[in-house]
C-alpha cells in the first residue's frame, strides 16, 4: 500500500457542508478564470490591428465559446448553492425589462450564431419594472439557452414581453417538444432530456429559473403547442 493509499484511508471523510464549501469556492475560483479569459478573448478577436485567417478566427471563436459555455455553468452552480442555503437575496430596483433581454442576448449570442437562429422580438413598447436584475437576466439567458439548445438549424426563436395591469408576462416560443408527460417536470433539479439528444447540460438552468422567478413572487411553466412548439412563459409582479 503506498502512502498515498495511507493517507487516504487514515484521512477524515468531509462533511457534506465541507464538501459544500469546498465545491463553492472552487467555482468562485473557476469563475475569476472564466471571465479573465472571455474578456483577453474579446480584446484579442476585436483587435483591428490583427487580421486573422478563417482556421484561426475559428479556433478563438472556439475557444470563446468553451469559456461562455462554462461561464454559465459555473454561475448556475453558484445560483444553485445560494437557494439551497436560503441565501437568494433579491435587490429590487426599477430596470428595464427590454434592456435586460438585451443584455442577455448579447451575452449568448454565439449560440445562435452557431446555429444560424434568429430572434423575433415582440414589445410594444419599453416595459420598466421592479425586480432583481442580474436575477432576470440568469432567468433569460438560461430559457434562451435552452431555447437555442433544442431548436434546428435555422429556426426562429419568439420572445414577447407585455404588461398587463400589474403583471409583466414573457414568452419564449421555439421549434421541438417536451418529452417529459408532466411537462413542467422540466424544471425539476437535474431534470434534463441532454442525455438523450446528447447535449450538453448540467440540468440547473430550468429549475434556477423556476426558483428565482418563485423568489419575485411569479409564477413560470413550459408546454408544448399544437404546432411542435414549446412555450415557456413566466409572470412576476410589475
Given at each position: 500500500m503506498t502512502t498515498a493509499d495511507n493517507a487516504l484511508k487514515c484521512s477524515s471523510p468531509l462533511s457534506i457542508a465541507q464538501r459544500?464549501?469546498?465545491?463553492?469556492?472552487?467555482?468562485h475560483d473557476l469563475k475569476s478564470s472564466v471571465y479573465s479569459q472571455i474578456n483577453a478573448l474579446n480584446i484579442i478577436i476585436s483587435d483591428e490591428k490583427y487580421h486573422y485567417d478563417d482556421m484561426h478566427l475559428d479556433i478563438l471563436?472556439?475557444?470563446?465559446?468553451?469559456?461562455?459555455?462554462?461561464?454559465?455553468?459555473?454561475?448556475?452552480?453558484?445560483?444553485?448553492?445560494?437557494?439551497?442555503?436560503?441565501?437568494?437575496?433579491?435587490?429590487?430596483?426599477?430596470?428595464?425589462?427590454?434592456?435586460?433581454?438585451?443584455?442577455?442576448?448579447?451575452?449568448?449570442?454565439?449560440?445562435?450564431?452557431e446555429k444560424n437562429q434568429?430572434?423575433?422580438?415582440?414589445?410594444?413598447?419599453?416595459?420598466?419594472?421592479?425586480?432583481?436584475?442580474i436575477e432576470i437576466r440568469r432567468v433569460f439567458v438560461n430559457l434562451l439557452s435552452n431555447a437555442s439548445k433544442y431548436s434546428n438549424t435555422n429556426s426562429t426563436i419568439e420572445i414577447s414581453i407585455e404588461k398587463e395591469d400589474s403583471i409583466i408576462s414573457v414568452e419564449i416560443i421555439n421549434d421541438g417538444k417536451i418529452d417529459f408527460k408532466n411537462?413542467?417536470?422540466?424544471?425539476?433539479?437535474?431534470?434534463?432530456?441532454?442525455?438523450?439528444?446528447?447535449?450538453?447540460?448540467?440540468?440547473?438552468?430550468?429549475?434556477?429559473?423556476?426558483?428565482?422567478?418563485?423568489?419575485?413572487?411569479?409564477?413560470?411553466?413550459?408546454?408544448?403547442?399544437?404546432?411542435?412548439?414549446?412555450?415557456?412563459?413566466?409572470?412576476?409582479p410589475a
Open positions: 459544500e464549501d469546498f465545491i463553492e469556492n472552487l467555482a471563436k472556439h475557444l470563446m465559446t468553451s469559456n461562455i459555455y462554462m461561464r454559465d455553468v459555473i454561475l448556475n452552480v453558484l445560483s444553485n448553492f445560494k437557494i439551497q442555503h436560503d441565501k437568494l437575496k433579491l435587490e429590487k430596483a426599477s430596470h428595464s425589462m427590454t434592456e435586460t433581454l438585451d443584455f442577455a442576448i448579447k451575452s449568448i449570442s454565439y449560440m445562435f450564431k434568429t430572434l423575433k422580438i415582440f414589445c410594444p413598447s419599453e416595459i420598466f419594472a421592479t425586480y432583481d436584475e411537462t413542467d417536470d422540466v424544471f425539476k433539479i437535474y431534470q434534463t432530456e441532454s442525455k438523450k439528444r446528447k447535449l450538453r447540460g448540467s440540468g440547473l438552468g430550468l429549475y434556477i429559473s423556476k426558483k428565482i422567478i418563485e423568489a419575485h413572487k411569479g409564477t413560470i411553466n413550459a408546454k408544448n403547442s399544437d404546432n411542435q412548439k414549446v412555450i415557456f412563459t413566466f409572470k412576476i
